[in-house]
Nanobody
Framework: QVQLVESGGGSVQAGGSLRLSCTASGNIYSVYYMAWFRQAPGKEREGVAAIGTLGGSTYYANSVKGRFTISRDNAKNTLTLQMNSLQPDDTAMYYC?????????????????????WGQGTQVTVSS
């Protein structure tokens, strides 16, 4: 069983930055695709960013391109999401997700249906 734990959420003003982290139980990172999703109240969960097993390939939602950066450190079992230039629309619960087998094209890598393992989420609140 894979367990994922997110951290780093909080409250910031528009234009600020936050750095989210996700750690996993066991040495799974090198064989699992990883991603960040978010869900705002009343909205569906949406893919934010995804990263391949070795970290060399990434996908981003159009809404965060140029502002967010996903990265991973397989030696430390850590997934990170650096979020800059945050806006009120970025307010949501952010979730880390993992799966061993992903159809590695953008619309699938950012789809909730591709991932079997999820963290409990960390709240990000951006005020104007």
């Amino acid at each position: 069983q894979v367990q994922l734990v997110e951290s780093g959420g909080g409250s910031v003003q528009a234009g600020g930055s936050l750095r989210l982290s996700c750690t996993a139980s066991g040495n799974i990172y090198s064989v699992y695709y990883m991603a960040w999703f978010r869900q705002a109240p009343g909205k569906e969960r949406e893919g934010v960013a995804a990263i391949g097993t070795l970290g060399g390939s990434t996908y981003y939602a159009n809404s965060v391109k140029g502002r967010f950066t996903i990265s991973r450190d397989n030696a430390k079992n850590t997934l990170t999401l650096q979020m800059n230039s945050l806006q009120p629309d970025d307010t949501a619960m952010y979730y880390c997700a993992a799966d061993r087998s992903i159809s590695w094209v953008a619309y699938r890598a950012l789809s909730v249906y591709e991932y079997d393992y999820w963290g409990q989420g960390t709240q990000v609140t951006v005020s104007s």
